[in-house]
């Protein structure tokens, strides 16, 4: 098969060695990615192979294309999906079951109509199709060539584009927007105020410590004040929740040993 | 005999044979790692001057074969793989990082045209057109070595430390990029040996100075370096990403850090500070050594900026997290864009050949709008301060103090 393409001259050599190693690699890469069970697995398989589409890109001499593949693509989308992955915690497998009602149906059409739009596509551009002015396209320079067409032949839809590219992440950022984050954040100087300027200076060199003057210095064991009633903020607030508090009293002596207080430094 | 007179950089290396390109992939590569040992070794004497301590001083002549001793000895450790762990990923990730790392060095020109082994050539791997973006690119790849590390961990404080990281290399990446773009827009080209030719009059850390604060803040922010190494603060994080690594994918994680500094500083040698080229007056010494000496140039600047960081993390504290993201996004990037349209009107303006009053005019309205701008600022800050200063009426505090005795004991009565 190598030679066969080479005999008809349309890869040369080493373009050819490199796309017969990266190409099987990039297909067993994207059948992986429908078959394995995790979905961060599937998603770093769908990275692999978009970075074998950019060595492809820069291979076929349009290194702007390429470069730009890796740092958007990979780069960028890919990352942010992977947050998604990891951040909603995915680690299970997926289950098969359908979640939106016809969900099957309309995957099944779409995935048809891409297919043929590719193999039309695909056809259009290999047979009977010569291809021709790739060296006059690239003629003052990949970068320039393509920049020059965007941003003369193509500006319109080249900012429609981006225009509509803005609106939807303005329209995510409206529809992910919730009024709960919004204010209610105190800043460090309106804390350090609250605590040193509010109505009670108790607080100020910070909350008291578990178990003191209770003769036990667990972590659930609430403080004693001076007056012997129990300082309620000495314990995690987690702990009170729970229920998970021990009593105080239990570690009390049953009388205090008597002190003399006429001598009282014997 | 000298056939290559006229070659620009990309035609000279161009015509490099398979053996002097895969000896060039092997010295850098040699130089890599012999420059991570030097600059842990040379981190840790000069953060020890800054903390007026001595700093490792015992292997080897000043303690230069510390760093080689503990990476045998990190070598040597036992290879834990937490039960949690992602096997295969939690293997891939420290090689994704260094492989990243290295692979940034391809398109810095270390050299002018030099005499190599009997062939004129130029110490650069490759010359794409696109080679700054090349760089840009692979930094974006290096960074899933952080994020795969920090969940392929199976554990908490690595993931949050990997989602952080990766969440700031990916905010300061904009910056960067941008930052970049009134470079392109004065050398006219994203190759940088391009950039470096067009840099011959003056280095751009002159003529776009607020591209080059920019690029190197977000260089610091792009390393996970002290004092934006949030990913890793041992306070909050234990030891971010690579909580669970030891041995010698620990030692990975640390390789690619040392080298990935010195590789983002290499780039702003390069595009900012006149790459190998010679400081200015001294142009004379760029063909002593038929060229090699250009390469002692390169090497002093790129430690230049190595010496800042590590002076950065003898200096500041760390930042807060969400400070730090709100300096990226708020400060950093706006400024950039703007910054860029005025390099881009400056500089259609000349390439025009407008007269020289519609330059001077524009120029003028720009420093008028930013001191306009900026005194703005300064006023709203001023008036929030006073009225935080602004604490009201001071209440009399209550403590719980016990009882008082029955007969008050007062100091006077026993004097």
Same mark, same amino acid.
């Given at each position: 098969m190598i030679r066969l393409s080479l005999e008809i001259g349309q890869t040369q050599k080493p373009e050819a060695i490199l796309f017969y190693i990266l190409a099987p690699l990039a297909v067993l890469a994207s059948l992986g990615m429908l078959v394995v069970k995790k979905a961060v697995h599937s998603a770093l398989l769908l990275a692999w192979v978009m970075i074998t589409l950019a060595i492809f890109y820069i291979a076929l001499d349009a290194a702007f294309l390429g470069i730009v593949q890796i740092v958007v693509y990979t780069g960028a989308v890919m990352m942010l999906f992977l947050f998604i992955l990891m951040l909603v915690g995915v680690d299970a497998p997926d289950s098969l079951t359908e979640n939106i009602k016809g969900h099957r149906v309309v995957a099944i059409v779409a995935a048809l109509g891409f297919g043929g739009l590719l193999i039309s596509l695909i056809g259009r551009a290999t047979l009977n199709h010569v291809s021709v002015g790739l060296a006059m396209a690239n003629e003052s320079g990949n970068v320039q060539g393509l920049a020059s067409l965007i941003f003369t032949q193509y500006v319109f839809p080249f900012e429609v584009v981006s225009a509509l590219l803005i609106t939807a992440a303005l329209g995510a950022m409206v529809l992910a927007h919730s009024q709960k984050s919004a204010g209610a954040r105190l800043s460090q100087r309106a804390l350090s105020s609250a605590r040193f300027?509010?109505?009670? +200076?108790?607080?100020?060199?910070g909350l008291p410590s578990s178990g003191v003057f209770a003769r036990h210095n667990a972590v659930d064991v609430p403080a004693l004040l001076p007056d012997g009633t129990l300082a309620k903020n000495s314990i995690s607030g987690v702990l009170n929740a729970r229920g998970d508090i021990q009593d105080p009293t239990q570690y009390a002596l049953g009388s205090l040993p008597k002190v003399d207080d006429e001598s009282g430094d014997k | 005999m000298d056939t290559t007179e006229g070659m620009t950089t990309a035609e000279l290396i161009g015509q490099d044979p398979g053996w002097i390109i895969a000896l060039k992939g092997l010295i850098i590569f040699a130089v890599c790692i012999f420059l991570t040992l030097m600059s842990v070794w040379g981190e840790r004497r000069i953060v020890a001057v800054m903390q007026m301590r001595i700093g490792p001083n015992r292997v080897g002549k000043f303690g230069l074969l510390q760093a080689l001793a503990d990476g045998v000895k990190l070598a040597l450790k036992e290879d834990l793989i937490p039960k949690a762990a992602d096997r295969i990923v939690f293997i891939i990730a420290p090689v994704i990082s260094v492989t990243a790392c290295f692979m940034s060095f391809a398109v810095i020109p270390f050299t002018g045209k030099v005499n190599f082994f009997g062939r004129e050539t130029a110490m650069q791997l490759t010359d794409i057109p696109v080679g700054v973006l090349y760089f840009l690119s692979i930094a974006s790849v290096g960074v899933y070595g952080i994020v795969l590390a920090g969940w392929s961990s199976g554990s908490t404080y690595p993931l949050l430390g990997g989602l952080r990281s990766s969440a700031q290399v990916i905010s300061y990446e904009v910056a960067m990029g941008l930052s970049l773009v009134a470079v392109f827009i004065y050398a006219g080209s994203m190759s940088t040996s391009d950039i470096v030719a067009a840099q011959d009059q003056w280095w751009y850390s002159v003529v776009l100075f607020p591209s080059f604060v920019i690029y190197a803040i977000s260089m610091v922010g792009e390393t996970n370096r002290a004092p934006f190494d949030l990913a890793e603060a041992e306070g909050e +994080?234990?030891?971010?990403?690579?909580? %669970?690594y030891s041995s010698l994918k620990f030692a990975l994680f640390f390789l690619a850090e040392y080298v990935n500094i010195i590789a983002v500083s290499a780039l702003a040698t390069t595009l900012f500070l006149g790459g190998y080229r010679a400081f200015p007056g001294l142009?004379?010494? %760029?063909?002593?050594l038929g060229g090699w000496f250009t390469l002692f140039w390169f090497a002093i600047k790129v430690l230049g900026f190595f010496f800042l960081f590590v002076w950065l993390r003898g200096t500041l504290p760390r930042l807060r997290y969400d400070q730090f993201m709100k300096f990226g996004w708020k400060v950093l990037i706006p400024v950039s864009l703007a910054w860029i349209l005025v390099v881009a009107t400056l500089r259609t303006l000349s390439l025009e050949g407008a007269p020289q009053s519609v330059v001077v005019a524009f120029t003028g309205g720009i420093v008028l709008i930013v001191l306009a701008v900026s005194s703005l600022f300064d006023r709203a800050r001023d008036k929030n301060e006073i009225a935080a200063r602004d604490i009201g009426e001071v209440s009399e505090p209550s403590f719980p103090v016990p009882a008082l005795p029955a007969t008050k004991a007062r100091l006077e009565d026993h004097v």
């Amino acid at each position: 098969m190598i030679r066969l393409s080479l005999e008809i001259g349309q890869t040369q050599k080493p373009e050819a060695i490199l796309f017969y190693i990266l190409a099987p690699l990039a297909v067993l890469a994207s059948l992986g990615m429908l078959v394995v069970k995790k979905a961060v697995h599937s998603a770093l398989l769908l990275a692999w192979v978009m970075i074998t589409l950019a060595i492809f890109y820069i291979a076929l001499d349009a290194a702007f294309l390429g470069i730009v593949q890796i740092v958007v693509y990979t780069g960028a989308v890919m990352m942010l999906f992977l947050f998604i992955l990891m951040l909603v915690g995915v680690d299970a497998p997926d289950s098969l079951t359908e979640n939106i009602k016809g969900h099957r149906v309309v995957a099944i059409v779409a995935a048809l109509g891409f297919g043929g739009l590719l193999i039309s596509l695909i056809g259009r551009a290999t047979l009977n199709h010569v291809s021709v002015g790739l060296a006059m396209a690239n003629e003052s320079g990949n970068v320039q060539g393509l920049a020059s067409l965007i941003f003369t032949q193509y500006v319109f839809p080249f900012e429609v584009v981006s225009a509509l590219l803005i609106t939807a992440a303005l329209g995510a950022m409206v529809l992910a927007h919730s009024q709960k984050s919004a204010g209610a954040r105190l800043s460090q100087r309106a804390l350090s105020s609250a605590r040193f300027r509010g109505d009670s +200076l108790a607080n100020a060199a910070g909350l008291p410590s578990s178990g003191v003057f209770a003769r036990h210095n667990a972590v659930d064991v609430p403080a004693l004040l001076p007056d012997g009633t129990l300082a309620k903020n000495s314990i995690s607030g987690v702990l009170n929740a729970r229920g998970d508090i021990q009593d105080p009293t239990q570690y009390a002596l049953g009388s205090l040993p008597k002190v003399d207080d006429e001598s009282g430094d014997k | 005999m000298d056939t290559t007179e006229g070659m620009t950089t990309a035609e000279l290396i161009g015509q490099d044979p398979g053996w002097i390109i895969a000896l060039k992939g092997l010295i850098i590569f040699a130089v890599c790692i012999f420059l991570t040992l030097m600059s842990v070794w040379g981190e840790r004497r000069i953060v020890a001057v800054m903390q007026m301590r001595i700093g490792p001083n015992r292997v080897g002549k000043f303690g230069l074969l510390q760093a080689l001793a503990d990476g045998v000895k990190l070598a040597l450790k036992e290879d834990l793989i937490p039960k949690a762990a992602d096997r295969i990923v939690f293997i891939i990730a420290p090689v994704i990082s260094v492989t990243a790392c290295f692979m940034s060095f391809a398109v810095i020109p270390f050299t002018g045209k030099v005499n190599f082994f009997g062939r004129e050539t130029a110490m650069q791997l490759t010359d794409i057109p696109v080679g700054v973006l090349y760089f840009l690119s692979i930094a974006s790849v290096g960074v899933y070595g952080i994020v795969l590390a920090g969940w392929s961990s199976g554990s908490t404080y690595p993931l949050l430390g990997g989602l952080r990281s990766s969440a700031q290399v990916i905010s300061y990446e904009v910056a960067m990029g941008l930052s970049l773009v009134a470079v392109f827009i004065y050398a006219g080209s994203m190759s940088t040996s391009d950039i470096v030719a067009a840099q011959d009059q003056w280095w751009y850390s002159v003529v776009l100075f607020p591209s080059f604060v920019i690029y190197a803040i977000s260089m610091v922010g792009e390393t996970n370096r002290a004092p934006f190494d949030l990913a890793e603060a041992e306070g909050e +994080l234990v030891g971010g990403f690579h909580t %669970e690594y030891s041995s010698l994918k620990f030692a990975l994680f640390f390789l690619a850090e040392y080298v990935n500094i010195i590789a983002v500083s290499a780039l702003a040698t390069t595009l900012f500070l006149g790459g190998y080229r010679a400081f200015p007056g001294l142009g004379f010494t %760029e063909s002593w050594l038929g060229g090699w000496f250009t390469l002692f140039w390169f090497a002093i600047k790129v430690l230049g900026f190595f010496f800042l960081f590590v002076w950065l993390r003898g200096t500041l504290p760390r930042l807060r997290y969400d400070q730090f993201m709100k300096f990226g996004w708020k400060v950093l990037i706006p400024v950039s864009l703007a910054w860029i349209l005025v390099v881009a009107t400056l500089r259609t303006l000349s390439l025009e050949g407008a007269p020289q009053s519609v330059v001077v005019a524009f120029t003028g309205g720009i420093v008028l709008i930013v001191l306009a701008v900026s005194s703005l600022f300064d006023r709203a800050r001023d008036k929030n301060e006073i009225a935080a200063r602004d604490i009201g009426e001071v209440s009399e505090p209550s403590f719980p103090v016990p009882a008082l005795p029955a007969t008050k004991a007062r100091l006077e009565d026993h004097v």
